[in-house]
């Protein structure tokens, strides 16, 4: 079956630092990858997404590339703010290269992201 | 627009108990997902409601049951209740229908078994 593996975490950084989070994926066909972010005491909120292969996904200063050679999605930003500080998921979803999400939505554990003044 | 709505925010029941959670979707939206969310994990799929149907199901057992009324909002029923029930429970809309659409999230309901 679709599985989503994101890095251990917590990550801790500074204000301003590089951010990477680590993503890969298993899943047959072509699956659409999802970045979602869900802040203290709130729901989930799509942060972007990718619906083919070398498609790069970017919102708020956040980018990600679907590398469908490494089977990987990781989530990057230049310089990561107090505000960034949440649990950040990847997720797939088995529709063919839609890129709707209305379907089953598969995800990974969750990073969660502290980002110091 | 009010966005996805959940109810209750939280609840506390005891082991063998029923408990019914309830969705109303966003405005426009007409197919609704629920997951269930354990403490420290990802969100994990419990099943899909689109046209007063249950189109897909996840690996839950029976005692978790659903139902979607005729202006698209949703209920999430579980049965027999066990402790490790305890999570927050995610409702999701989106519009079937529509292309590239995306699925938006309530708050969701921190369901606690004692």
């Known amino acids: 079956g679709n599985s989503v593996t994101q890095m251990e975490g917590p990550v801790t950084l500074s204000e301003e630092a590089f951010l990477t989070i680590n993503c890969t994926y298993t899943a047959t066909g072509y699956p659409s990858l999802f970045w979602y972010v869900q802040y203290p005491g709130e729901g989930l909120q799509l942060l972007l997404k990718a619906t083919k292969a070398d498609d790069k996904g970017s919102n708020k200063g956040f980018e990600a590339t679907y590398r469908k050679e490494t089977t990987s999605f990781h989530l990057e930003k230049g310089s990561v703010q107090v505000s960034d500080s949440a649990v950040y998921f990847c997720?797939?979803?088995?529709?063919?290269?839609?890129?709707?999400?209305?379907?089953?939505?598969?995800f990974g554990q969750g990073t969660i992201l502290t980002v110091h003044p | 627009d009010a966005g996805v709505t959940q109810s209750p925010t939280h609840l506390i029941k005891t082991r063998g108990q029923q408990v019914t959670l309830r969705c109303s979707p966003k405005s426009g939206h007409d197919t609704v997902s629920w997951y269930q969310q354990a403490l420290g994990q990802g969100p994990q799929f419990i099943f899909q409601y689109y046209e007063e149907e249950e189109r897909q199901r996840g690996n839950f057992p029976d005692r978790f049951s659903g139902h979607q009324f005729p202006n698209y909002s949703s209920e999430l029923n579980v049965n027999a209740l066990l402790l490790g029930d305890s999570a927050l429970y995610l409702c999701?809309?989106?519009?079937?229908?529509?292309?590239?659409?995306?699925?938006?999230f309530g708050q969701g309901t921190r369901l606690t078994v004692v």
């Open positions: 999701a809309s989106s519009w079937r229908t529509g292309l590239n659409t995306e699925a938006f």
């Open positions: 997720a797939l979803s088995d529709e063919s290269g839609g890129g709707t999400s209305y379907g089953k939505l598969t």
